[in-house]
């Protein structure tokens, strides 16, 4: 039924760009925040950054703000993550997620996509 696909990622250079996207189906994103967390190889689950549902309010990892911005798409089910000025250390699988309301903890999360590759050389 709910469905959150991710898309976009790639291999790039340190210092290049990369547009994430989450589309969502089955989901009424005016109610639902959608979130997109992280995962490297042996580490935990990390958010990154969050957009409300209900206004659209932005929340973001300190380390990716002014890097990262996360936007709704005109399209209504979509999501977006630009991604600029990338690390190494942004390296990892990038999840979009969603519950009602912003929280960091993966643990808080109701629907997730499968991920989507993100890999920035050095």
């Known amino acids: 039924q709910v469905q959150l696909v991710e898309s976009g990622g790639g291999l790039v250079r340190s210092g290049g760009s990369l547009r994430l996207s989450c589309v969502a189906s089955g989901l009424a994103l005016n109610m639902y925040s959608i979130t997109w967390f992280r995962q490297a190889p042996g580490k935990e689950r990390e958010f990154i950054a969050a957009i409300r549902g209900r206004d659209s309010a932005t929340d973001y990892l300190e380390s990716v703000r002014g890097r990262f911005t996360i936007s709704r798409g005109g399209d209504p089910n979509t999501v977006y993550l630009q991604m600029s000025s990338l690390k190494p250390e942004d390296t990892a699988v990038y999840y979009c997620?969603?519950?009602?309301?912003?929280?960091?903890?993966?643990?808080?999360?109701?629907?997730w996509g499968q991920g989507t590759q993100v890999t920035v050389s050095s």
């Open positions: 997620a969603a519950r009602m309301g912003v929280v960091r903890s993966p643990m808080a999360y109701d629907y």
